[in-house]
Structures are given as C-alpha cells and as structure tokens.
C-alpha cells in the first residue's frame, strides 16, 4: 500500500490526530503492518525501536473499536512485560485514543485501589497491564465479564517473553481468555528482534494463521567506550561521599552525559 493510501484507512478524529503530531507518512513497519490488522489478521511486527510499531498496532484497532456497534468492557487488551513502560505507553496511547473519545487505563501492581475500583466500576475501552496482572484479573468475577468483551490483544516486548516462564504463563492466560469471551479475539505481537519469529506467532496465536511482518529499516548507533579518570576533584570528593575515586568519576561521567542527552536509558548491574 502506498504512504499517501495508508492513512485514508481510518477515521477522520484519527487522521486530525496523526496531523497534529506532524506526522505526514507512516514509517515502513506502519506501511505495511497496518492493512493486516485493520483487516483483523492475527501479526507478528518486527521492525526497530523507535519505528513506530506501537501505533501500527494502535491506530487501526482504534479505528476497528470505533465501528464497533456495543463498546462496553475493555475492548483491546495491551500486555507489555516491563512494568516501566507502561507510564509512556500510557501517554501515547491516551492521546490517539482520546482525539476519537476512547478512555485509556493502566493496571499493575503500584495501581492505586480508587483507580481499581474506577475500572471495575467503568471500564475504559482500553487497558494496559502485564502477564501477571492479566491473571489476577481473570479470577476476579467482576473483571472477567469485562474481560469478556474483548475482541483484540496487543502483546509488546514480545521476544522478552519467548524463552520465559513468563511466556508461558502469558500463554495460558491468553487460553483462559478466549474461554471467558467465547471466542477467538485478534492478536497483534510487537519486537524489536527475534531470533525465531515464526515460533512466535505460533505460540501466542495457537498455531492459528498469522501474518509476519518486518521492516528493513536500520537504525544508527554510535557506540563509544568509555573509562573515566580520576581527577582532584573527584579524589576530594571520595572521603565526603565515602565512596572510591574511580566510582565518583563514573558517575561524574554518566551525570554529565545525561544532562547534556534529550533523553537517555542508563542500564547498570545491581
């Protein structure tokens, strides 16, 4: 499908949406990911991070829940793996969803009993939770019949998953949940990698046909290895902060690295 084409696919509040984020073409993952799940197929996207696969999933089922004839009980079901993640997920999928008047909630194990009780009470049309949420929601008789509305799954982070006692359990909860709707609900999986992608689609949509999607867009890294020195300042700190001099300048280091970043991810053993 060509760019100009792809954006037509859905509703006007949607497109005002995409405009006003000055977004004027769908990235590669969103070119040829979207027509599979507007149609409904279950998809496996691969593409990198930062390609927008979030909204290749996000934006047609917003278009699919809008032609829904009966919207009530969580519609689409967003399952990522990292907890963290969910405060931006949330953000993003807040605004796409609210320009065409969808409510957005997020349930884990830090989400606040009034909010619980909000969603119990009024269900928002979407949620967003984790593996392990998702089975302490399918025991409570409440928020199974909410459960039991919805038509479409989105699992993100998806290679985290894979080789993981978490997957499994992931799995059987998905199990669980087409036996509370009744029926088969579409499956959209998103990855930034995966070394077997096809075992993948199988193993999260039961063997049934899905579709493979990749992109070959390649993002640009530059990878710089650093080992900071020691300067006076740092050994003039060390008996004040109690710590050695070669920790100091590797923190003196990462602060001013991220002070000086838009944003930036700092990974460190424990």
Same mark, same amino acid.
């Given at each position: 499908?060509?760019?100009?084409?792809?954006?037509?696919?859905?509703? %006007?509040c949607?497109?005002?949406a995409?405009r006003?984020?000055?977004?004027?073409?769908?990235?590669?993952?969103?070119?040829?990911?979207?027509?599979?799940?507007?149609?409904g197929?279950?998809?496996?996207?691969?593409?990198p991070?930062?390609?927008?696969?979030?909204?290749?999933?996000?934006?047609?089922?917003?278009?699919?829940?809008?032609n829904? =004839?009966?919207?009530?009980?969580?519609?689409?079901?967003?399952?990522?793996?990292?907890?963290?993640l969910?405060?931006d997920?949330?953000?993003?999928?807040?605004?796409?969803?609210?320009?065409c008047?969808?409510n957005v909630?997020?349930?884990?194990?830090?989400?606040? =009993?009034s909010?619980?009780?909000?969603?119990?009470?009024s269900p928002p049309?979407?949620?967003?939770?984790?593996? %392990?949420?998702?089975?302490?929601?399918?025991?409570?008789?409440k928020?199974?019949?909410?459960?039991?509305?919805?038509?479409?799954?989105?699992?993100?982070?998806?290679h985290?998953?894979?080789?993981?006692?978490?997957?499994?359990?992931?799995?059987i909860?998905?199990?669980?949940?087409?036996?509370i709707?009744?029926?088969?609900?579409?499956r959209?999986?998103?990855?930034?990698?995966?070394?077997?992608?096809?075992?993948?689609?199988?193993?999260?949509?039961?063997?049934?046909?899905?579709?493979?999607?990749?992109?070959?867009?390649?993002?640009?890294?530059?990878?710089?290895?650093?080992?900071p020195?020691?300067?006076e300042?740092?050994?003039?700190?060390?008996? =004040?902060?109690?710590?050695e001099?070669?920790?100091?300048a590797?923190?003196?280091?990462?602060?001013d690295?991220?002070?000086?970043s838009?944003?930036?991810?700092?990974?460190?053993?424990?």
């Amino acid at each position: 499908m060509s760019p100009e084409n792809t954006f037509k696919l859905f509703p %006007e509040c949607l497109i005002s949406a995409i405009r006003d984020k000055g977004i004027t073409e769908p990235t590669e993952i969103q070119r040829k990911g979207i027509p599979h799940v507007i149609r409904g197929d279950n998809a496996l996207l691969i593409a990198p991070t930062g390609s927008g696969k979030t909204e290749a999933a996000i934006w047609p089922i917003i278009s699919r829940i809008l032609n829904e =004839k009966e919207k009530t009980g969580f519609l689409l079901l967003y399952i990522t793996p990292l907890r963290a993640l969910n405060r931006d997920l949330e953000d993003r999928i807040i605004f796409w969803a609210s320009k065409c008047g969808l409510n957005v909630g997020v349930r884990h194990g830090d989400t606040l =009993k009034s909010e619980r009780m909000r969603q119990s009470r009024s269900p928002p049309e979407i949620i967003i939770t984790t593996p %392990e949420t998702l089975q302490i929601m399918l025991s409570s008789p409440k928020l199974s019949l909410h459960l039991s509305r919805v038509k479409y799954v989105v699992i993100d982070e998806v290679h985290e998953l894979l080789d993981d006692k978490r997957g499994v359990q992931l799995s059987i909860a998905l199990e669980r949940l087409r036996r509370i709707t009744g029926r088969d609900f579409q499956r959209v999986m998103l990855s930034a990698s995966l070394g077997n992608p096809h075992i993948a689609l199988d193993f999260f949509s039961y063997s049934k046909k899905g579709k493979l999607v990749t992109s070959g867009e390649e993002r640009k890294m530059i990878i710089r290895v650093m080992f900071p020195r020691v300067t006076e300042k740092d050994l003039k700190l060390s008996p =004040k902060l109690l710590l050695e001099p070669e920790v100091i300048a590797r923190v003196r280091v990462l602060a001013d690295a991220i002070r000086s970043s838009r944003s930036a991810i700092v990974f460190t053993n424990t």
